[in-house]
């Protein structure tokens, strides 16, 4: 069966950095385009960025533009999120999604405070 398992969240000072991972299994992974999204206490789970099959293209939110960035390991099934220059308001649960399947991963912890 699909499974998708994060890793690499924590707790990290304003200006941080942390580099998610999302090991897939269960599917071909490298024919299709992959996500992540985030979900705040209190609010809707919202769509941080996106990577083709081929990692040729990419997209992000606006508000990561510029300082995430989202890449992927076709060898290994896994896809990655480095996040640079943390931010409070991005504490959130990090998901990775197969972003035309309704298949997401169980999320993990970014807390992001002085």
């Known amino acids: 069966q699909v499974q998708l398992v994060e890793s690499g969240g924590g707790s990290v000072q304003p200006g941080g950095s942390l580099r998610l991972s999302c090991a897939a299994s269960g599917f071909t992974f490298s024919s299709f385009r992959m996500s992540w999204y985030r979900q705040a206490p209190g609010k809707e789970r919202e769509l941080v960025a996106i990577?083709?099959?081929?990692?040729?293209?990419?997209n992000y939110a606006d508000s990561v533009k510029g300082r995430f960035t989202i890449s992927r390991d076709n060898a290994k099934n896994t896809v990655y999120l480095q996040m640079n220059n943390l931010k409070p308001e991005d504490t959130a649960v990090y998901y990775c999604?197969?972003?035309?399947?309704?298949?997401w991963g169980q999320g993990t912890q970014v807390t992001v405070s002085s």
């Open positions: 999604k197969v972003l035309s399947r309704p298949y």
């Open positions: 990577i083709y099959s081929d990692g040729g293209t990419t």
